[in-house]
């Protein structure tokens, strides 16, 4: 039971995932999503320094920081209040996290594989290419079915 746990959490966080990269939003305007709205509204920059209880200037420098990509987040939300907005932020991955498991282990697999027909070409005990692509099938298997923080381990290179 409990080894199923970690495939439920992970099949839920897929779905919920999936309605954000299903939802196909707009990307975030060049100015970045303060000035757009603030402008959309109507709002001076002037009157958001008030309601963030800050100097003009800095609303221009949150405005630019987040065109910049350098905003933080709490700088972000605080922002957001002050225009009554409600700040969501998600990191969406761009296939399932149930694939990016499986191109993981694919990928481990076949670079295993390679190493070792290599040494065994080398030492001429070559085998054929099926035989060598059903092994790679079954250690991605493997891999997949041992714990996931396994694929992700950096190996030394000698």
């Given at each position: 039971?409990?080894?199923?746990?970690?495939?439920?959490?992970?099949?839920?966080?897929?779905?919920?995932?999936?309605?954000w990269r299903d939802a196909n939003l707009p990307?975030?305007?060049?100015?970045?999503?303060?000035?757009?709205?603030?402008?959309?509204?109507?709002?001076?920059?002037?009157?958001?320094?008030?309601?963030?209880?800050?100097?003009?200037?800095?609303?221009?420098?949150?405005?630019?920081?987040?065109?910049?990509?350098?905003?933080?987040?709490?700088?972000?939300?605080?922002?957001?209040?002050?225009?009554?907005?409600?700040?969501?932020?998600?990191?969406?991955?761009?296939?399932?996290?149930?694939?990016?498991?499986?191109?993981?282990?694919?990928?481990?697999?076949?670079?295993?594989?390679?190493?070792?027909?290599?040494?065994?070409?080398?030492?001429?005990?070559?085998?054929?290419?099926?035989?060598?692509?059903?092994?790679?099938?079954?250690?991605?298997?493997?891999?997949?079915?041992g714990p996931p923080r396994n694929l992700w381990?950096?190996?030394?290179?000698?």
């Amino acid at each position: 039971m409990k080894s199923s746990f970690p495939q439920l959490k992970l099949r839920q966080l897929d779905i919920a995932l999936n309605r954000w990269r299903d939802a196909n939003l707009p990307a975030r305007p060049s100015s970045g999503w303060i000035k757009a709205i603030r402008e959309g509204i109507g709002m001076t920059a002037t009157h958001l320094a008030a309601r963030l209880g800050v100097a003009t200037s800095t609303v221009t420098r949150l405005e630019t920081s987040e065109a910049d990509d350098t905003i933080t987040l709490a700088s972000l939300r605080r922002a957001a209040e002050a225009l009554n907005c409600e700040l969501q932020y998600s990191l969406v991955p761009r296939q399932s996290l149930a694939q990016s498991l499986e191109a993981r282990a694919t990928d481990l697999a076949r670079q295993q594989m390679a190493a070792v027909s290599h040494s065994m070409a080398l030492e001429a005990q070559s085998t054929s290419q099926e035989t060598v692509e059903a092994q790679t099938r079954a250690l991605a298997e493997a891999l997949r079915n041992g714990p996931p923080r396994n694929l992700w381990r950096v190996r030394n290179k000698p």
